[in-house]
């Protein structure tokens, strides 16, 4: 089985501090719908886990997060991809559930569900949180330098990532570094 597991806010789409909390407010990050409609086109399943606790805030329901995903959808059909499943965590940090990032209860329900050995999985994010639940459920950790991450953001502490972590500008240079022959260096980007 060839599974990704992607973080959504500040990986797939532009992230908030206020929240995305409708379809107007859902947009994608640049070259982050190709990158996961090559994966798709390479054979390789697509699976989300995204803290969602707007939800669990009373900030937006479950109708507004299905809307947003419809929109995802139709956007990514129109790249020629698609998104297999959206796992979510609903709850608050209160709430003590174990599938809020970054306790690894998402990735694991995802690896059960599609047999997948979580060793053999790789998990995207922009966050540490992101990266602590995947390692924390056997996956190989991948960093995204958008949304939370951003270089604007501030410099990297490579010293706090999961041990194996590897570090990309965007999801499409995760893709590029997936999809391309080991030694095999993809175009720069243009500026």
């Not at 947009?27 to 409609?37: E, Y």
């Not at 809020?100 to 994010?125: M, N, Q, W």
């Not at 990309?168 to 175009?187: E, I, S, T």
Request: hydrophobic share 40%.
């Amino acid at each position: 089985m060839k599974l990704v597991i992607l973080d959504r806010d500040g990986t797939i789409n532009h992230d908030s501090d206020d929240y995305i909390k409708s379809p107007e407010e859902w947009a994608p990050l640049p070259g982050a719908l190709g990158a996961i409609a090559r994966l798709n086109q390479a054979g390789w399943r697509v699976v989300i886990a995204s803290n969602q606790s707007g939800i669990g805030r009373g900030l937006f329901d479950a109708a507004s997060l299905n809307a947003m995903h419809a929109k995802m959808g139709k956007l990514l059909a129109a790249e020629g991809g698609r998104i297999d499943a959206i796992f979510f965590c609903p709850h608050t940090p209160e709430d003590a559930c174990n599938c809020r990032k970054p306790l690894p209860g998402l990735f694991t329900d995802i690896c059960e569900r599609y047999s997948a050995a979580p060793a053999s999985v790789h998990a995207v994010g922009d966050s540490l949180r992101d990266l602590q639940a995947a390692y924390g459920a056997g996956c190989q950790p991948h960093l995204v330098r958008t949304g939370k991450s951003a270089p604007e953001r501030g410099p990297l502490d490579t010293s706090t990532l999961p041990p194996g972590t590897r570090v990309h500008a965007d999801l499409a240079a995760f893709a590029d570094h997936l999809l391309l022959p080991a030694g095999q260096v993809a175009p720069a980007a243009a500026a």
